[in-house]
């Protein structure tokens, strides 16, 4: 990937099949990014290691990933992801803002129709994340549900 920083943004290109990272919240990567970047890891081929060195109880969405089929590990501060093909679809929950953010990313990447429910944490801190991602031609809608849920982002 190519990572080009731009005022108050990123802009990620991916410029051919992903390979294996070692990433270190304490050196020069975002703590606020792991959990996108270990989503994108699962992708990659090879084994990542990315160590959170910041806050504890950091890895409380490997669970989520690993109903989509990925390969994690995590010991402590530790996250050994093994790269896999693909996700597969299956209902997942946010369960922070920023995990958030990786399982609509998880979701964009899955074979088939997958499910988003705890929207409100992504919500609070994405602005129209779901139109925005509908504007770069993502299949990607809120729906409404009947239980006490509220809404859930339906991807695929």
């Not at 994340?129 to 504007?135: N, P």
């Amino acid at each position: 990937m190519e990572i080009e920083e731009q005022d108050d943004n990123l802009l990620v290109r991916r410029t051919g099949a992903l390979k294996r990272q070692c990433e270190n919240t304490a050196i020069g990567f975002p703590t606020d990014m792991q959990p996108q970047i270990v989503a994108v890891l699962c992708l990659a081929q090879g084994t990542s290691v990315v160590t959170e060195s910041v806050w504890d109880n950091r890895y409380r969405y490997v669970d989520e990933l690993k109903r989509l089929g990925a390969h994690i590990q995590v010991d402590g501060k530790v996250a050994v992801v093994e790269g896999i093909d693909h996700f597969d679809s299956a209902p997942i929950q946010a369960c922070d803002l920023r995990a958030g953010a990786a399982m609509v990313i998880v979701a964009l990447a899955a074979h088939g129709t997958t499910e988003v429910s705890c929207v409100n944490y992504i919500e609070r801190g994405y602005e129209d994340i779901v139109g925005k991602l509908r504007a770069l031609g993502a299949n990607i809608r809120v729906e409404e549900v009947s239980d006490d849920t509220g809404s859930v982002i339906r991807v695929g």
